[in-house]
């Protein structure tokens, strides 16, 4: 049998390697799962070695390998004997999105000007400064530093807005 492409491929392998899958599955294994690794297989072996020269038998090679592939592999693998880690707090999604923020806003303070930029990268220091600390450092009286925060926090509200207002109108360019 000779396939020209992965499309004919896939549309003349697919019954016989259901069958296969599915014979080959264990209780330990479900045939979609060997299915896909082969097809995956199957992709990794044309766009490195070309289509198998006889691609129904390779097929059968291949659900066989995998099966046992993934027999040992669900051999080694052993069950939570405990309750799994605690998934309460925040995830992958949520810490990068929180990351990326804080660079905004890094990057929006590095945008202001002058005293602006020394008083909001001291307020948002991690060494939690005081204002009388924060004050004594930038050389100013402690009574303006709340006036100097507020103007200072509105510039930055204004570089924040600017970052992610859409481009045009309506959000076209």
């Known amino acids: 049998m000779t396939l020209a492409t992965p499309y004919d491929m896939v549309g003349a392998l697919r019954p016989l390697l259901a069958a296969e899958a599915s014979a080959e599955a264990d209780a330990g294994t479900e045939p979609g799962d060997l299915e896909q690794a082969v097809w995956l297989r199957l992709l990794e072996h044309v766009e490195t070695e070309g289509p198998p ?6 097929l059968r090679d291949a659900v066989r390998a995998e099966a046992h592939r993934l ?14 880690a605690d ?14 923020r804080r660079r905004a806003l890094r990057k929006a303070v590095r945008g202001l000007s002058g005293r602006c930029a020394r008083l909001v990268a001291a307020l948002l220091s991690p060494r939690d400064l ?10 100013i009286s402690q009574g303006s530093l709340g006036p ?8 930055l509200r204004r570089l924040l807005a600017a970052e992610v207002a859409p481009h045009g109108a309506l959000g076209k360019e």
């Not at 005081?130 to 050389?139: D, N, P, R, V, W």
């Open 53 to 58: 020269g006889d691609p129904a038998s390779w």
């Open 71 to 84: 027999r040992q592999v669900t051999r080694h693998e052993l069950p939570y004997t405990a309750e799994p």
């Open 87 to 100: 998934d309460t707090g925040p995830g992958p999604e949520h810490l990068a999105l929180a990351a990326a």
């Open 130 to 139: 005081t204002y009388q600390e924060i004050a004594g450092e930038l050389g």
């Open 148 to 155: 100097e925060r507020s103007r200072c926090l509105g510039c």
